[in-house]
T-cell receptor, first 110, second 116 residues
Framework: ELKVEQNPLFLSMQEGKNYTIYCNYS?????LYWYRQDPGKSLESLFV?????AVKQEGRLMASLDTKARLSTLHITAAVHDLSATYFC??????????FGTGTRLQVFP | NAGVMQNPRHLVRRRGQEARLRCSPM?????VYWYRQLPEEGLKFMVY????????ESGMPKERFSAEFPKEGPSILRIQQVVRGDSAAYFC??????????????FGPGTRLTVL
């Protein structure tokens, strides 16, 4: 069964701190995506990771992919309140449909 | 370049009525996907369509749900005889398709269906 699991499910962190969200998936895949969703809104594409060892950075967010471990991480550096949202990873198993993780709800407080 | 368009944004139906959700993909995109998001959950794949073809409907409930993407006009997700359990946010996404240089699916704003 195709499974994508994220942890933690909830993350409350102080501004200025660093933290990492983990995304594990069950079967070999060649594409992994990170999306952001604000409450009541749609999904915003953050990163597309296409190969083992891929690392991408945008502002305070950095995503990486280890296909051998079937693991992707989303690292947050020096968090700010504007990063508060729910973050989803999603895996494409070469079937053109995305399998989404459970989501990590991030809250950044002063 | 307009993004993925969905309408209506909010839809209220009584049990037993029909719901029609519309999705216009981004310009130049010929692949459309529908996902459903229940409250406090992730998105679940429903169906993948190209113009006039259903490519993968493995996530569609066997009854009451149907989808189409005609040659002209938007993609339609149709839910007949809605029940309370159909209440959810329905997202449409589009992509150019493999081989077009990008694989990212771009999501529309969603239609939030409430069944009374």
């Amino acid at each position: 069964e195709l499974k994508v699991e994220q942890n933690p499910l909830f993350l409350s962190m102080q501004e200025g701190k660093n933290y990492t969200i983990y995304c594990n998936y069950s079967t070999t895949s060649d594409r992994l995506y990170w999306y952001r969703q604000d409450p009541g809104k749609s999904l915003e594409s953050l990163f597309v990771l296409l190969s083992n060892g891929a690392v991408k950075q945008e502002g305070r967010l950095m995503a990486s992919l280890d296909t051998k471990a079937r693991l992707s991480t989303l690292h947050i550096t020096a968090a700010v309140h504007d990063l508060s949202a729910t973050y989803f990873c999603a895996v494409d198993y070469n079937t053109d449909k995305l399998i989404f993780g459970t989501g990590t709800r991030l809250q950044v407080f002063p | 370049n307009a993004g993925v368009m969905q309408n209506p944004r909010h839809l209220v139906r009584r049990r037993g009525q029909e719901a029609r959700l519309r999705c216009s993909p981004m310009k130049g995109h010929s692949h459309v996907y529908w996902y459903r998001q229940l409250p406090e959950e992730g998105l679940k794949f429903m169906v993948y369509l190209q113009k006039e073809n259903i490519i993968d409907e493995s996530g569609m409930p066997k009854e009451r749900f149907s989808a189409e993407f005609p040659k002209e006009g938007p993609s339609i997700l149709r839910i007949q005889q809605v029940v309370r359990g159909d209440s959810a946010a329905y997202f449409c996404a589009s992509s150019p398709g493999r081989g077009a240089g990008t694989d990212t699916q771009y999501f529309g704003p969603g239609t939030r269906l409430t069944v009374l």
